[in-house]
C-alpha cells in the first residue's frame, strides 16, 4: 500500500489537541473520519506533533497508508471536501517511502507564539495571540533566551503530568522579533519539547520582558529545578506548529 504524506494547517481553537480521545473532538480524529468518508477505509494517521487543546498549526505533516489510491489531487480534495465543516485543511500531499513515519522520522520541530503588545486588545488577532498590554523590552527577552538555549533540565518549564522520561532536552534556538506593528513573535526550534515547554518558557520570557525578573532568574530556575518558580503558562491560542523539519 502507498505510504502518504499530508502537511496539515488548522485552528485549534475548537479541538481537544491533535491526538483522538474518546468523547472529544480532536484533529486526528476529524481528519480519519474524513479519510473514511472519502476512501471508505478506517486508517490510523501518524502526527509529527502531539499539539494540545487550543494549539494551531500551519505545517503539521502526518502519514497514512491507503489501498486502492494514488491519485493525490483526488486524495487531496477528497479528504478537504469531507473537512468542509471543520477548521482544518490538507495543504498538500505526496507519496513517500513505506518507511517514512511523521514523528519518529521528524529531527526537529519550530513553533511560533505570537504575542499582541499593546494597550488595546486585537479584534481580529484575539483567537491567534496574547495580548500583553504593557510594553515588553524585546531585547531583554532575546538576551534571557539566549540563557534558554542549548542543553539543560527543563523541570522549572515542565507542566505537571509530562510523561517524558527525561526534563533534559536541547532547545536549538529562539528568536524573538517585532513585525506586522505590535505584533512579536516567539520561535522556538527544538527536536522535541517537554508538555507545555514552550508555553511555560513564554510566560517566563514575559516576566523578564516586563522588567520583573532579571536575567540570572533562568539561571536560578534551572538551578531550583522547581515549576511553581517560573512564569505562568501562556495560553494555548498564541502557539503555532510552524514547521516540521526532516
Known amino acids: 500500500m502507498p505510504n502518504f504524506k499530508i502537511l496539515i494547517e488548522y485552528e485549534g481553537s475548537k479541538y481537544s489537541g491533535w491526538q483522538s480521545q474518546i468523547n472529544a473532538i480532536s484533529v486526528q480524529g476529524q481528519i480519519e473520519k474524513a479519510i473514511y468518508a472519502f476512501s471508505g477505509q478506517k486508517i490510523t494517521i ?75 486588545p486585537s479584534a ?11 510594553k515588553l523590552n524585546i531585547d531583554l527577552m532575546n538576551k534571557a533566551g539566549e540563557y ?24 536549538d534556538k529562539i528568536v524573538i522579533n517585532k513585525e506586522h506593528g505590535d505584533m512579536i513573535t516567539l520561535e522556538f526550534q527544538a527536536k522535541s519539547f517537554l508538555y507545555q515547554q514552550i508555553r511555560i518558557m513564554v510566560g517566563s520570557l514575559i516576566e523578564i520582558g516586563l522588567e520583573k525578573q532579571n536575567l540570572e532568574w533562568i539561571s536560578i530556575l534551572f538551578e531550583k529545578k522547581d515549576r511553581k518558580l517560573a512564569g505562568q503558562t501562556a495560553l494555548a491560542k498564541g502557539l503555532f506548529l510552524k514547521e516540521v523539519l526532516y
Open 46 to 120: 501518524y502526527g509529527a506533533g502531539r499539539t494540545d487543546a487550543g494549539v494551531h498549526a500551519i505545517g503539521q505533516c502526518a502519514n497514512f497508508t491507503l489501498e486502492n489510491k494514488t491519485d493525490l489531487y483526488q486524495i487531496l480534495h477528497g479528504i478537504n471536501f469531507h473537512l468542509s465543516n471543520d477548521n482544518i485543511k490538507i495543504v498538500n500531499v505526496e507519496i513517500v517511502s513505506n518507511s517514512f513515519h511523521a514523528r519518529h522520522n521528524a529531527h526537529h520541530k519550530i513553533y511560533v507564539y505570537k504575542i499582541l503588545n499593546r494597550p488595546v
Open 148 to 171: 534558554l538555549t542549548g542543553t539543560h533540565d527543563f523541570t522549572s518549564f515542565r507542566a505537571s503530568g509530562c510523561q517524558a522520561k527525561t526534563p533534559v532536552k536541547t532547545l
Open 124 to 134: 481580529i488577532h484575539f483567537r491567534h495571540s496574547l495580548h500583553v498590554n504593557k
